[in-house]
């Protein structure tokens, strides 16, 4: 994808405005705040994307930029995640392994091409919780809409992105880390977003 074309045919997708303090606006990205969690993710996405197709102004490629808690990586970690799952999934009781949605054509993990190339290309794991030393995990780093977004983008054949921030360590202390690192969050998000947009060497 030549990123010199994308500025303005991007959309970028954030649960919340914290995640952007301002930035990402004043630079002029064309954003969708979709609340947080999996639903409110899905039903948001696909509510612009169709509003989009309508006026003839679909989207080059939706980029997903998040927070998100890990155990592998380090906290001020910027990555880039390609592959996609959802770890809350579980009908084991009917003899499926976790993350595998019944009677769903999309596979359990969805993979996408690369767009960050300078950054490392990792695996994200959604849940609908936020991620605790109480919890399981799986993945490289774990967030609570990356998966859905995915998987409306994997319907509706719209090319995807996502750049994770990681603010934590999906432990007991994540909540207050999550809150200390949202201006590095954010700071690191205009970045990107100047980068890809061609904006900034």
């Known amino acids: ?3 010199a074309k994308l500025s303005g045919r991007l959309l970028v997708v954030m649960a919340l405005p914290q995640e952007s303090r301002g930035l990402l ?3 002029g990205a064309q954003l969708l705040y979709t609340g947080v969690g999996k639903v409110n993710a899905a039903a948001a996405l696909a509510r612009r994307l169709a509003e989009l197709r309508c006026v003839g ?3 080059a490629c939706v980029v997903n930029m998040g927070t ?5 990586l380090p906290a001020h970690s910027l990555v880039a995640c390609n592959r996609f799952r959802q770890r809350d999934m579980d009908v084991s009781g009917m003899g499926m392994p976790p993350g595998v949605t019944p009677f769903d054509d999309a596979p359990s993990e969805l993979e996408f091409p690369p767009l960050f ?10 849940a609908d919780s936020f991620a605790t030393h109480l919890h399981e995990v799986d993945g490289d780093v774990v967030d609570m809409e990356a998966f859905a977004l995915a998987r409306v983008c994997f319907s509706e054949r719209v090319p995807f992105a996502c750049v994770k921030y990681v603010t934590d360590g999906a432990d007991a202390d994540s ?3 999550w ?3 949202l201006d590095a969050a954010s700071r690191s998000f205009a970045s990107a977003y100047a980068q890809l947009a061609g904006v900034a060497p």
């Open 68 to 72: 998100a808690g890990s155990r592998r």
């Open 179 to 181: 809150q200390a690192a």
């Open 57 to 59: 102004a679909s989207p």
């Open 117 to 126: 190339a300078r950054l490392p290309q990792l695996v994200c794991s959604t």
């Open 1 to 3: 994808m030549n990123h």
């Open 25 to 27: 606006e004043a630079a």
């Open 175 to 177: 909540a207050a880390h």
